[in-house]
T-cell receptor, first 119, second 113 residues
């Protein structure tokens, strides 16, 4: 079956430009996650959606970062006024259900990522 | 604050060898620990998941162990093959928000034919 897809796969932006990164989760998956992975580092959590509700955005590095999932399926991560430090791979993951304390855990399936380079 | 460390950062071994990758974490109160494989341009694939109540998990040539008291996990790969070449990452989750994975920086593994 189809996995998590992300587009574009590569994005080059000039400093100051706005960018939008798209994630198509696995059909029927309730939860969706965004991660940022700098070169040579592990991913870092950005935000978490359960259906259309953004339940956790504690990892967003600044107010230039904004994520939405208006219909509970496709999600978009928007970065305004990009800076060079935003250069990274942005990973999206989805899971059948999300987890909170005591409610079980579902495996997260990852997309291939979008590599953003800000010049 | 939970911190995850993986040593070594890179490892190169001849084909056929058994090898061990290490992962350590600072807070032993984890919900679970996972090992992932990352191939260039292909995202992350979950290899093994160990719940906090478990000591180990096995899948084929892979065996992962968990020692919460010492804050350590190891990934054992038996009879390594060139196709095992990839970056291996471990990630832990906590009880308060078990969806939020805290990651190590990974070990880049190269298996030489």
């Amino acid at each position: 079956g189809a996995g998590v897809s992300q587009s574009p796969r590569y994005k080059v932006a000039k400093r100051g430009q706005d960018v939008a990164l798209r994630c198509d989760p696995i059909s029927g998956h309730v939860s969706l996650f965004w991660y940022q992975q700098a070169l040579g580092q592990g991913p870092e959590f950005l935000t978490y959606f359960q259906n259309e509700a953004q339940l956790d955005k504690s990892g967003l590095p600044s107010d230039r970062f904004f994520a939405e999932r208006p219909e509970g399926s496709v999600s978009t991560l928007k970065i305004q006024r990009t800076q060079q430090e935003d250069s990274a791979v942005y990973l999206c993951a989805s899971s059948l259900i999300g987890g909170t304390s005591g409610r079980g855990y579902n495996e997260q399936f990852f997309g291939p990522g979008t590599r953003l380079t800000v010049l | 604050k939970q911190e995850v460390t993986q040593i070594p950062a890179a490892l190169s071994v001849p084909e056929g060898e058994n090898l061990v990758l290490n992962c350590s974490f600072t807070d032993s109160a984890i919900y679970n620990l996972q090992w992932f494989r990352q191939d260039p341009g292909k995202g992350l694939t979950s290899l093994l998941l160990i719940q906090s109540s478990q000591r180990e998990q096995t899948s084929g040539r892979l065996n992962a162990s968990l020692d919460k008291s010492s804050g350590r996990s190891t990934l054992y790969i038996a009879a390594s093959q060139p196709g095992d070449s990839a970056t291996y990452l471990c990630a832990v989750s906590g009880w308060d928000s078990n969806y939020q994975l805290i990651w190590g920086a990974g070990t880049k593994l190269i298996i030489k034919p």
